[in-house]
Every structure is written in structure tokens, then in C-alpha cells.
């Protein structure tokens, strides 16, 4: 590459084509067009290195924007093609390291730098993504704890977003249907990474949304480098995530890094293997309470049943050890005997029916009833917030309206188209209220309802 500094110090042999007065100047257009060539044949391949100033990307999609540092600038663009595949956002302030190639603009006479690619410095890319990312999602409240909801305890149907090909998604049926036989899976395949597998993840989870009964879904996929694992950091999966009627689970195989899709879900699972104990451990403790509240009472029922057992063996031996006595009282034995079996048989029929209503209100707390009711109460709700909102709306137009009424019957724009003026001094400071205010020959203006009139006072 020829550079300026490299030419003799000796004046150069004088071209006669060039140096004839006769000769055809250049035009603007010719000159700029050997400045590009010579530009963009010798500058062909550069990086620089500065900071990011008046960056702004057009409607386009080209991006736009200044290179700086303390003693120099350079303007610079990315066209649409290029800035389309950029993992961060170019901000203000931002330094990077600008690689491409200079060129000359020649409409304005300018020389810039068209970029090919744009590194953060000192920062990886995928990383300042991250980051921002991260920061915006959080003021948008996305990661508040408050939005984040209970997995349901006795799931019916379960929903699976993750790909076919790994093993992730043998883990979690093999563990759903092993520790929840009863329970549905619904298996979605998407792509986890590469090009467009967000935009994959996306569809997937709102297809899964819409699937009827689902309770649960679990989003994930097995461990992997943070570029495989990047579509879960993709903004627009976030918000499906945030917007899905149901808990979500992130279960990304690491257990180190977290990505955005482990922030906004419910839950964060450390394995797909894991997402799957998380939703059937609610129903183990579930079904586990309500078999040891039937041990409970059946051990309750058997204490009764040899307490009752043990006060007739031991009756019994009483009335053993007098035979002529039992002979003599063998009808009150009978009657004796009669009443402790009534007892018995009474006790027993109290501890069943304990037992039944037990049963009864284990029943009522069914899971499905307990969601249908939820459901109607949601719906009830619903309606009468929109017709709320609707009576609020018109009471607000109509509180508008005769505001606006007022408003314009006070405006002093309508005491002026009624025929009445203002009178002020020349200079628009001070309005005139009496006529010992101004002198013969003193300038003023007089507002009136469509337009002003410049006058002079001759006589007061």
C-alpha cells in the first residue's frame, strides 16, 4: 500500500498532460470518483478502535454512527445485512472495535468507514447481550418475585417444549411416567439452538399455551456451551415465557450460568430430569398426606376396636369366676353382653362415618373441581371488570365534556368574540387598566378576537 508519507521530498516530475493549461480540468464528480478508488483499493481491510457517538439506526435497518477518540472521528455505517447478525446493541459511550473497510461517500464528499463487523472491547458480544438484555427485561419487571406462580400439586396434563434428538426429553417422561403414571405429557418439539431456534422456541410455547388443560410447561434442553445455549437468552421467548397462562419451568441443563429464560419462569429447574421431579414431588406429597391421614385413622379404628375388645375379654373373665352367679344372671349377662356389643357396634359406626367424611371432604378438594370453580369465579370476574371499566369510560367522556364547557366559557378568547378588546402597552408587558397610564403620542396594542391592532394614543 502507497502511503503519502512514503513520496521523495524532490519536487515530482512535472506531467505535461496535467501540468498544460490547456488540459481539461476535473470535474467534482471525476475527482471524487479517483479519490474512492484510490481510498478503497488502499484501505481495503482495517479495524479501528473508539467510541460509539450519535448512533441511530434508520427505518431501513442500516446503522449509522461515529467513531471518536480524543483528536479525531470518523463516521462510520453498518448496513442492514451486517447489523441484522449483531449480538449486542450499539449504544452511545459504548468503545468497540470497528472492522471493514473505508470508502468514499460521494454525494457528500465524504470519506466513512463500512462496517463488516463490531466487537465490544473488553467485552465479549454474547456477554454485553446478555447484560442488556438483563437490564431491560428487569426494569420491565419481568423478574419480580411477585409475577412468579406456584406449580399446580396434582398436574393432569403436562407440557414438554424441548428437542427431539437429545436426551433431555427421554429424562423427563421417563421420570413423569414413572413417578406420575396417571398424569398426560404433551411433548412439543422445537430446535434449541442454532439460527431461528427462538423464533422455534416461541411458536412452540404459544402452540403449547393453547393446548387445552395444560397445567404446566416445561421449556429446556440439555447442558452445552453458552452459544448453544443462547436462543434461551432471545428477548421475545422471554415475554412469551412472562405471558404463558400457565408456570413454566426453565430447565436448562447447567447449573452455573443462568440464561433470561431462567429469570423470568416460575421455576428454575438445574436439569430437564430435574423439571420433571420439581412438578411430580407436589403430587408425591400430596398423595403421601392423604395415606398417612388413612393410617392414622385406621390405627385410630383398630386402638378403639382392642380397647373394646380388651373391656369385654376382661368382663367376660369377671363373670367366669362366679358360674353360679352367671346361671342365676344369665339374662342379665345376655342383656350385659347385648349393650357392650351395641357399644361396640355404635363406636365402630361413629369411627366409619368419621372416616366417610374424611373421604368426602378429600374429594371436594379435588383438584379438577377446585379448578372448575376457580374458572367460573375468573370468568364472573372478568365480566364484571370489563363492564366496570365500561361505566368508568363514559363517566370520564361525559366529566370531559362538561369540563371542556366550562373551560371554553371561561376562555377570555370568548369574552374577545363578544366584541370586547385588550389594551396593551407597546412592548406586550403589562395590560392597560386606566388612561392616566399612557401620555398623548405613546404607542399600544390592541388584542381582538381575530387578530391585533398597533395604535397611538393622541388624546386622553
Not at 502511503?3 to 521523495?8: A, C, E, G, I, N
Not at 339374662?331 to 357396634?345: F, S, V
Not at 383438584?367 to 363517566?395: K, P
Request: glycine share 6%; aromatic share 6%.
Amino acid at each position: 500500500m502507497d502511503l503519502f508519507d512514503d513520496l521523495p521530498f524532490d519536487d515530482p516530475p512535472v506531467d505535461e498532460d496535467v501540468a498544460t493549461p490547456a488540459a481539461r480540468p476535473l470535474t467534482i464528480s471525476e475527482l471524487t470518483a479517483r479519490l474512492k478508488q484510490l481510498v478503497e483499493r488502499g484501505f481495503s481491510g482495517v479495524a479501528v478502535e473508539g467510541e460509539i457517538s450519535n448512533c441511530r439506526q434508520w427505518s431501513s435497518g442500516h446503522l449509522y454512527f461515529t467513531l471518536k477518540d480524543d483528536y479525531a472521528q470518523i463516521r462510520a455505517v453498518m448496513f442492514r445485512t451486517t447489523a441484522r447478525l449483531l449480538k449486542f446493541k450499539p449504544e452511545d459511550g459504548a468503545r468497540v472495535v470497528a472492522r471493514g473497510r473505508l470508502s468514499v461517500y460521494e454525494v457528500k464528499g465524504e470519506y466513512q468507514l463500512v462496517c463488516d463487523a463490531l466487537e465490544p472491547q473488553g467485552l465479549g458480544a454474547l456477554q454485553l447481550a446478555f447484560d442488556q438484555l438483563k437490564r431491560r427485561l428487569q426494569a420491565d419487571g419481568l423478574f419480580d418475585a411477585a409475577r412468579k406462580r406456584p406449580l399446580p400439586v396434582l398436574p393432569r396434563r403436562i407440557g414438554v417444549i424441548t428437542s427431539l434428538d437429545g436426551a433431555a426429553v427421554r429424562d423427563v417422561v421417563r421420570v413423569l411416567t414413572s413417578r406420575h403414571p396417571t398424569a398426560r405429557v404433551v411433548v412439543r418439539a422445537a430446535r434449541v439452538q442454532g439460527d431461528g431456534a427462538a423464533l422455534d422456541l416461541v411458536r412452540a410455547l404459544r402452540a403449547m399455551a393453547r393446548v387445552p388443560e395444560v397445567d404446566v410447561v416445561i421449556i429446556g434442553r440439555g447442558g452445552g456451551s453458552a452459544e448453544d445455549l443462547w436462543a434461551f437468552n432471545d428477548e421475545a421467548l422471554a415475554r412469551a415465557i412472562a405471558a404463558c397462562p400457565v408456570p413454566v419451568i426453565s430447565a436448562v441443563g447447567h447449573e452455573t450460568d443462568f440464561t433470561i429464560a431462567d429469570f423470568v419462569a416460575d421455576v428454575r429447574a438445574a436439569t430437564p430430569s430435574n423439571a420433571a421431579e420439581l412438578v411430580v414431588d407436589r403430587a408425591d406429597n400430596f398423595c403421601a398426606r392423604i395415606e398417612r391421614a388413612e393410617q392414622r385413622l385406621s390405627s385410630a379404628l383398630r386402638q378403639l376396636t382392642d380397647r373394646r375388645r380388651h373391656a369385654a375379654d376382661r368382663l367376660d373373665s369377671r363373670l367366669r369366676r362366679w358360674p353360679t352367679t352367671i346361671v342365676m344372671r344369665d339374662r342379665d349377662r345376655q342383656e350385659l353382653w347385648l349393650r357392650l356389643q351395641h357399644a361396640i357396634n355404635g363406636r365402630t359406626a361413629r369411627a366409619g362415618q368419621r372416616f366417610e367424611a374424611w373421604r368426602r371432604r378429600l374429594e371436594r378438594r379435588d383438584i379438577r373441581r377446585v379448578t372448575a370453580e376457580l374458572r367460573t369465579r375468573l370468568v364472573t370476574g372478568d365480566s364484571r371488570l370489563r363492564a366496570l371499566v365500561v361505566r368508568h369510560r363514559h363517566a370520564a367522556e361525559t366529566r370531559v365534556g362538561e369540563l371542556a364547557a366550562r373551560l371554553d366559557s371561561l376562555s377570555p378568547l370568548a369574552v374577545l368574540g363578544r366584541g370586547y378588546a385588550v389594551c396593551w402597552n407597546d412592548a406586550r408587558t403589562s395590560i392597560i387598566r386606566s388612561s392616566s397610564a399612557v401620555q398623548p403620542g405613546d404607542a399600544v396594542r390592541v388584542t381582538l378576537a381575530d387578530g391585533e391592532l398597533g395604535c397611538r394614543v393622541e388624546k386622553t
